[in-house]
Structure formats: structure tokens, C-alpha cells
């Protein structure tokens, strides 16, 4: 068994499905990441992280996953009119995103 996973699971289930798991869950500072997180969280439960040359390119490979949630972060933070609060939700893609496109395959698969 995967250590990580059971130690998440020492948490109760998130009631919210909110970013996260267990202790890593985001905080409200975050909020506006939510839908981009559950789209990848089903997107990425969908694919598949195995390309070999025996097994067919899968629709959606985990990489895409992960590269669709940092475009889909980008597009909403580059639609925020304040350029402070602009460059604040970068620093916090630049912060995020790199622990999920990480730790993504230590909770799935």
C-alpha cells in the first residue's frame, strides 16, 4: 500500500470537494482555483499514465491533465482586471501547480 495514501486516509472525506487531500487541502485564499482542480481531479482520473509501445496512446495522458489545469488557471487569472491581485493569483499558480503536476500520481493510479 501506498504510505501516502494511507496516511491521507487518516483524514475524514472532504465534504466540500474542495482542492486537496487531507492535510493539503487549500485554503480559502485559493477559492478561485476550485473549479480548475475538479475538472483536472475527474480529467485526470480519467486518464491514463501508461504509454508504451504495446499499449495504444490513450485519450487523455496524466501530463495533459496537468498541462490543461495550468492553462485553464492561466485563462482565469489572465481575465482579473486588477493587475495586483493579477500577478498575486500567478505567484500562487507558480506556487501550486508544480505540487499537484508532483504529487499527482502518489494519490491516483
Not at 11 to 36: C, H
Request: with cysteine; net charge neutral; proline share 10%.
Amino acid at each position: 500500500m501506498n504510505p501516502l495514501k494511507w496516511f491521507v486516509n487518516l483524514w475524514k472525506p472532504e465534504t466540500d470537494n474542495s482542492a486537496g487531500v487531507g492535510p493539503f487541502r487549500l485554503g480559502p485564499e485559493y477559492d478561485w482555483m476550485q473549479i480548475v482542480w475538479n475538472i483536472h481531479d475527474y480529467d485526470y482520473g480519467e486518464s491514463d499514465p501508461r504509454v508504451t509501445p504495446e499499449t495504444p496512446v490513450p485519450e487523455t495522458r496524466r501530463s495533459e491533465s496537468d498541462w490543461g489545469a495550468f492553462h485553464r488557471l492561466y485563462l482565469i487569472a489572465s481575465k482579473e482586471p486588477d493587475p495586483i491581485r493579477r500577478c498575486q493569483m500567478a505567484m500562487q499558480i507558480c506556487k501550486i501547480w508544480p505540487i499537484a503536476r508532483r504529487g499527482g500520481l502518489y494519490f491516483w493510479g
